[in-house]
């Protein structure tokens, strides 16, 4: 072997050994990305409700499925004193741990001992403000110019006593109730998405729910999911399966709207965040 060959075989070895050196740095950066996904995917799932008393005059059901380990979507069920419940869905644009990060932040923003969502009055004594201002408050504090995101958002606060529930809704797909015989409807009420300073109002909304009845929140990852055929799940679907579950347990009733969506969508997969909430309002407390 000459010279010019055995230096050309030393160059070869030689980016062989940095080609391996350089695959062996990916595969450690890759895995300390994995473990900081895992890490971010778990702060998340701490943020998820926890489950409501047995005795509670609303009971709750849902399924979060984030396209990605982490993903843009939250939603909140928590109790703000003893006879409010505080009802929130949201939805980032994108997903992924960007997106993630700011549902962090909103859902902290809602924390009710923050200031936002419960305040003292005069004498001292706390009240729930109005989902109105509140939507108002995070329009401000989560512009798009600091945040590079928009949002959809249906906040409320249920009345457990009286069955009062008080919702404003910003640019997120609209509710459904299902209330006794009656054919299920939309919530249609709504203002602008938040984020782009696009002004107007978001309009509160009063309805008053009976024994029995039942509210469907969720994300355009159920409407918005797609077959093979690129055929959306659409909107009446959702609405024809919270009229077919009426009868069924309210976890079951959620359980089978997912699981309809997966068969419509088959081997395609859900290609954003799949989040769907639903409530039960019993009218009375029950024995603990």
Not at 127 to 146: A, C, K, M, Q
Not at 188 to 203: D, K, V
Request: charge should be negative; charged fraction near 25%.
């Amino acid at each position: 072997m000459n010279r010019l060959q055995t230096d050309l075989v030393y160059r070869y070895a030689e980016a062989e050994r940095e080609l391996v050196r350089l695959n062996g740095e990916l595969v450690k950066k890759q895995a300390r990305l994995d473990a900081d996904l895992r890490a971010a995917a778990e702060i998340q799932r701490a943020l998820l409700p926890m489950p409501l008393p047995a005795f509670s005059p609303v009971q709750a059901a849902w399924e979060f499925i984030p396209s990605e380990s982490v993903g843009g979507d939250i939603f909140m069920v928590r109790p703000l004193g003893e006879r409010y419940l505080q009802v929130a869905i949201l939805d980032i644009s994108g997903h992924g741990v960007p997106s993630a990060m700011v549902t962090v932040s909103i859902s902290q923003a809602l924390q009710p001992h923050r200031g936002l969502v419960m305040q003292k009055n005069g004498s001292g004594e706390y009240r729930v403000t109005p989902p109105d201002n509140v939507l108002d408050e995070l329009e401000l504090e989560f512009p798009f110019s600091r945040f590079k995101k928009t949002f959809s958002i249906v906040y409320g606060i249920l009345d457990k006593e009286s069955g009062e529930f008080v919702f404003s809704n910003a640019g997120h797909p609209y509710p459904i109730l299902v209330s006794g015989s009656e054919k299920p409807r939309y919530l249609e009420e709504h203002g602008a998405i938040l984020g782009m300073g696009l002004g107007g109002s978001f309009p509160a909304t009063s309805i008053f729910l009976k024994p029995g009845d039942r509210l469907f929140f969720y994300t355009d990852g159920l409407t918005e999911c797609r077959n093979s055929e690129k055929e959306f799940f659409g909107e009446g679907r959702p609405i024809d399966l919270a009229d077919t579950t009426r009868n069924l347990p309210l976890g079951d009733a959620v359980k089978k709207i997912h699981a309809s969506a997966e068969a419509f969508i088959r081997e395609c997969g859900f290609q954003d965040d799949f989040t769907l909430l639903a409530l039960e309002y019993s009218g009375k407390l029950q024995a603990g």
